[in-house]
T-cell receptor
Framework: SAVISQKPSRDICQRGTSLTIQCQVD?????MFWYRQQPGQSLTLIAT?????????ESGFVIDKFPISRPNLTFSTLTVSNMSPEDSSIYLC?????????????FGQGTRLTVV | DAKTTQPPSMDCAEGRAANLPCNHS???????VYWYRQIHSQGPQYIIH???NNETNEMASLIITEDRKSSTLILPHATLRDTAVYYC???????????????FGKGTHLIIQP
């Protein structure tokens, strides 16, 4: 299994500002994933973060808006830039299991962001 | 990943078995059926997965039809803490299959009634 810690757990931010969310994993993992969950909705994949290379973004998400860092195998950050109220969501970090043949995903508790 | 269809909500009495259906009629031969759940204000939690045989673990049982076009997640003795949104996801698994993120549908909101 993997234990994932996200910081902050929640924040209220002014529009036009940026927030950086941290994700720390208790073991080394190749890939880390960032998701967004808008109010009352399901999870949507934002991007995949590989250590040592640029993140891969899903359709509808761009690096300028959601820059990602992946400095090592246990840590990643997601920045929500130039925020607007539409960015109010829960942002979740996820990794895949490393057991042989086991590809279950583990999730952090999420960061609840409110933009005012 | 193949598309899945789940009922938006279900009720179940506490102590009874909760049976959550999922249709995945376009599933490919190398795709597994995964189930996750998300309890309110928490991140999703893995429950179980299977390819074609029925599977059981400490949390639940997974029944996959012979044609693999549908499956049922069974929580044998539901408790109030099982109230959550349950997601059925179909995807390739196994070694090397962890390269992609998950595609979540809308899931089933299971409400356990006291």
């Amino acid at each position: 299994s993997a234990v994932i810690s996200q910081k902050p757990s929640r924040d209220i931010c002014q529009r036009g500002t940026s927030l950086t969310i941290q994700c720390q994993v208790d073991s080394q993992v190749t890939m880390m994933f960032w998701y967004r969950q808008q109010p009352g909705q399901s999870l949507t994949l934002i991007a995949t973060a590989n250590q040592g290379s640029e993140a891969t973004y899903e359709s509808g998400f761009v690096i300028d808006k959601f820059p990602i860092s992946r400095p090592n195998l246990t840590f990643s950050t997601l920045t929500v830039s130039n925020m607007s109220p539409e960015d109010s969501s829960i942002y979740l970090c996820s990794v895949r299991g490393r057991d042989r043949g086991n590809t279950e995903a583990f999730f952090g508790q999420g960061t609840r962001l409110t933009v005012v | 990943d193949a598309k899945t269809t789940q009922p938006p909500s279900m009720d179940c009495a506490e102590g009874r078995a909760a049976n959550l259906p999922c249709n995945h009629s376009t599933i490919s031969g190398n795709e597994y059926v995964y189930w996750y759940r998300q309890i309110h204000s928490q991140g999703p939690q893995y429950i179980i997965h299977g390819l074609k045989n029925n599977e059981t673990n400490e949390m639940a049982s997974l029944i996959i039809t012979e044609d693999r076009k549908s499956s049922t997640l069974i929580l044998p003795h539901a408790t109030l803490r099982d109230t959550a949104v349950y997601y059925c996801i179909v995807r390739v698994a196994g070694r090397g299959g962890g390269a992609d993120g998950l595609t979540f549908g809308k899931g089933t909101h299971l409400i356990i009634q006291p």
